[in-house]
Nanobody, 117 residues
Framework: QVQLAESGGGLVQAGGSLRLSCAASGRTFSWNDMGWYRQAPGKEREFVARITGSWSGYITYYADSVKGRFTISRDNAKNTVYLQMASLKPEDTAIYYC????????WGRGTQVTVSS
């Protein structure tokens, strides 16, 4: 089992940037696929981004809605995965959850991102 803790959320104006962090502990971090999902009020949780583990060379995947604006990365020495978000839009407002595994098997508690217009 992997324990995950997100941080870095907050309130930002449209067009602004935020960087989310997810600190992981537990089984071998570098091997795991890591990702981000989000859930907006009244909506289902949706995929945002994923980065594969060392087994496949850290390939990245993005939802179409964030492609070109968000960047997922990882620092295996720090057991941390990041989500750099730029050109934020009000529709990016959601709770952002970090996850481990593919399909995801472990989840953090989430961090709130609010984008004002």
């Amino acid at each position: 089992q992997v324990q995950l803790a997100e941080s870095g959320g907050g309130l930002v104006q449209a067009g602004g940037s935020l960087r989310l962090s997810c600190a992981a502990s537990g089984r071998t971090f570098s091997w795991n696929d890591m990702g981000w999902y989000r859930q907006a009020p009244g909506k289902e949780r949706e995929f945002v981004a994923r980065i594969t583990g060392s087994w496949s060379g850290y390939i990245t995947y993005y939802a179409d809605s964030v492609k070109g604006r968000f960047t997922i990365s990882r620092d295996n020495a720090k057991n941390t995965v990041y989500l750099q978000m730029a050109s934020l839009k009000p529709e990016d407002t959601a709770i952002y959850y970090c996850n481990a595994g593919q399909p995801p098997t472990d989840w953090g508690r989430g961090t709130q991102v609010t984008v004002s217009s």
